[in-house]
């Protein structure tokens, strides 16, 4: 079992930056990928960003790609989402979430999954 819990999310303006935490715990956090996605009210879950176990390959959602940064510090044992140049269409529940398998670079919609940070961008 992995625990998660997020946190920087808030309230910031079109234009501006807000980088979220996400504290894992429970499993050897440098063995397994992670990920951060998004749910905006009535809208499907969406891929944000996810990077492997060493933090040597990222991948990035279309909707992100050149304004978000995925980045993990080992050693402790927690994964960074920095957003820039946020939009109003970036307002979202954003999710860190974690590979169900050990030794697995890659996170998906079915691994786990933390409790979410509220980001609301105003205009």
């Known amino acids: 079992q992995v625990q998660l819990v997020e946190s920087g999310g808030g309230l910031v303006q079109a234009g501006g930056s807000l980088r979220l935490s996400c504290a894992a715990s429970?499993?050897?956090?440098?063995?397994?990928?992670m990920g951060w996605f998004r749910q905006a009210p009535g809208k499907e879950r969406e891929f944000v960003a996810r990077?492997?176990?060493?933090?040597?390959?990222?991948d990035y959602g279309d909707s992100v790609k050149g304004r978000f940064t995925i980045s993990r510090d080992n050693s402790k044992n927690t994964v960074y989402l920095q957003m820039n140049s946020l939009k109003l269409e970036d307002t979202a529940v954003y999710y860190c979430?974690?590979?169900?398998?050990?030794?697995?670079?890659?996170?998906?919609?079915?691994?786990?999954w933390g409790q979410g940070t509220q980001v609301t961008v105003s205009s």
């Open positions: 979430a974690a590979a169900s398998s050990l030794y697995s670079d890659y996170v998906g919609f079915d691994d786990y």
């Open positions: 990077i492997s176990r060493n933090g040597d390959n990222t």
């Open positions: 429970g499993r050897p956090f440098s063995r397994y990928g």
